[in-house]
């Protein structure tokens, strides 16, 4: 009998799945699998139908396919067609070469007889089968062969070594596949730690990430371990004395601890792995493209042991992995985060936003848009931005946009005019920028819109009260000026009217000593009658002279405001001698229509000689060159005066009449007025309980009558309160 070669030592488990009925054949093939010191995982499923969903859940190496009186075609043509890429060993009921050629045939890996199994037998069928699978071997070796034993074992380290190479493959697959549909981190890397754990026989891994701000390691993913193991290494501190993982985070290189007990630095973590049962780790940081540093990945195994150069190769790719996964999620998680926060400004922002395609139709619009426009998404959507636009306002929105597009600006603002659903126009602050792809080609505009309709209506507002203040400060202004000339002209008044009284002092004496001399010569009894006349002629001049250097002085002198008895006729007639060469000269007649019973009134007489000047004054300045007439008529009641001084002039505007009393208010050139004559008068007459009436018709001339209480209880009255604020004028 030909003894099966020995069965060296293999690296790892082989995942198995035995398809069987017969429970009995199950328990007998686990346990002849048993005797391989535990090198084959089983799994069995009583039927093909529930093989096949098993292996749908979870990947295997080989498949042993027990025919139990089903057809062989039918059932391996269906498992092939199911899953090709996995190896199939036949469990026949007899030895047939026919059925096993047959098996060969439909792509069987090989094909033995369930009555005569052991476990050496079981274990070179699934080598061999493996080793074909991986195109190591063509066809199967005769289990007698003198050199099966070393045959068998180069083929466990060819199949090892095709089998990390394709789980590698399948694990990266696995990621990139998790990647693209977006799946969370902790999955992503539970499946890299599960890829490597499924490559090297009996290792645990865990993958540990930076967190910066705390520096220390948070916990990624350790699948194979429970909370009392990850409790304590979720939080390691990253500095140089701490644990593996925290210590190559640090360091960022790799750190290998072949055997835990025998080193110093982590006699306080011994127990901690011997309750875990490893003995060995190896720590190798995680990099981002960069070379930072996101994580470690760490192995750990049960017994002491350094790595190879095959499995450092194999933790450093899985690392690179993990790190381009890290990445790439951390990518993703930023971009949703991006978008998300976009999305909530979008939709919520107070200002109107649109996307917009190249061609700068709408894609989609905010509520704020639609409020503004009056327009819902739907119909703004599909429609051309200009079509909104004032037609004034299209070319250089226009033209603007071409340059934005032509990557002539990175964006522009605009303030134009948008047309409302309802047909309205109002005004917009519209900003346009381009997204644009890693080639420069756009790819959206992105319009935000600020309404700023209101803002404009304020700034016309604005722009129109600046106007009127400018209008009001240069009217103010032009009116101070006309009130600083005619200060400057009443000082000048009040100099002459000094200089003329200093004059008349000055003129007096001689007038009196000249008048002497007369009287003298009056006296000599030698003068004949017609010299005398002329002496007596002179004699009168000098009065004349006299009196009218005493009225000129007493006009001047400050008011006494000191109430006295006074006869208006003779005031009238006093400042009618003041201006009567004046109105010779210009030939305006002077009539005098007086009441025959003229009561005198309680007054201060040189207030109210100066109003009737005043008026005298103005009523002959109103009359044009030419000549005209001045009439005074007074007239009485029992309880008050009227004195009435009419001109033959231009009359007033009757815009003016109410603003004639007015301090400074004039309609003479400065030369001729100072506008406080009539203002003067108007507070002198209201001081004393009077009136001043007005009637003027422009062409025709004016009346002013002074109304004034016959006996009126006045107390001293000071000039100063002459220039009170005007009041409603009555006429």
Known sequence: MNQEPSRPHRPQDYRVLLIDAEANRAARVK?????????????????????????????????????????????LSRLQEAFPDVGVVILGETRDK?????????????????????????????????ARMHGIMATPMPRNAPSASALEERLWKEVTHRRRVEAMTRGQNRVLEALAKGRPLRQI??????????????????????????????????????????NIIDGEPIQSNSGGCGRAAFLNESVI???????????????????????????????????????????????????????????????????????????????????????????????????????????????????????????????????????????????????????????????????????????????????????????????MYENIDERKQANRELESYRDHLEELVTKRTAELQAIHNRVIHVEKLSAIGKLAATIAHEFNNPIYGIRNVLEKVQGLTTIDQKHKGFVNLAIKECQRVAGLISKLQEFNRPSSGIVLTMDIHEALDEMCMLIHRKLKERRIR???????????????PDQIRQVFLNLLQNAEEAIPNGGGAITLTTEHDAHSVRIAIRDSGQGIVPDNVQSIFDPFFTTKPAVKGTGLGLSTSYG???????DIEVKSQPGKGSVFTVVLPISAPLEKISAASFLSPSQPVKR
């Open 31 to 75: 346990a002849l699998l048993d005797e391989a010191e535990e090198i084959f995982s089983l799994e069995t499923s009583p039927d093909l139908s529930h093989g096949l969903d098993r292996l749908t859940r979870r990947p295997f190496d080989i498949v042993l396919l027990a025919l139990s009186g089903s057809p062989m075609p039918a059932e």
């Open 98 to 130: 026919d059925q096993a050629a047959l098996a060969f045939r439909l792509g069987a890996q090989d094909y033995i007889d369930a009555g005569s199994l052991t476990g050496d037998s079981l274990s070179w069928a699934i080598t061999s089968a493996m």
């Open 189 to 230: 890397l539970d499946t890299l730690i599960l890829t490597i754990e499924y490559q090297l026989n009996r290792v645990r891994g865990s993958i540990l990430l930076v967190d910066a701000a705390k520096r220390t390691l948070r916990l990624g993913s350790a699948p194979s371990f429970d909370k009392s193991f990850t």
């Open 257 to 447: 601890v072949d055997d835990i007990d025998a080193t110093p630095q982590l006699a306080a973590f011994r127990p901690v792995a011997a309750a875990q049962g490893f003995r060995a780790f190896w720590s190798n940081p995680i990099r981002s493209s960069a070379g930072k540093v996101l994580g470690t990945l760490c192995l750990y195994f049960p017994e002491p042991r350094r790595p190879s150069e095959a499995e450092i190769q194999l933790i450093e790719s899985i690392a690179h992995l993990t790190g381009i996964a890290i990445e790439s999620q951390r990518s993703e998680q930023a971009l949703r985060e991006s978008e998300e926060r976009f999305r909530k400004i979008f939709e919520a922002g107070p200002l109107g936003m649109a996307v917009l395609d190249t061609e700068g139709c709408f894609v989609s619009a905010n509520a704020a848009l639609c409020t503004m426009t009056g327009y819902n998404e739907e119909e703004l959507r599909g429609r051309a931005c200009l079509d909104l636009t004032h037609q004034d306002d299209r070319a250089n929105s226009e033209r603007l946009t071409v340059d934005l597009m032509d990557g002539k600006m990175p964006f522009f603002k605009l303030e134009k005019r948008y047309i409302h659903k309802s047909g309205r126009v109002f005004w917009i602050n519209m900003t346009l920028t381009v997204i644009r792809q890693q080639n420069g080609a756009a790819l959206y505009i992105i319009a």
């Open 590 to 604: 002077l009539e005098k229509v007086y009441s025959p019973s003229m009561p005198t009134i309680n007054a201060v």
């Open 684 to 690: 002198i007459v209201k001081i004393h309980q009077g």
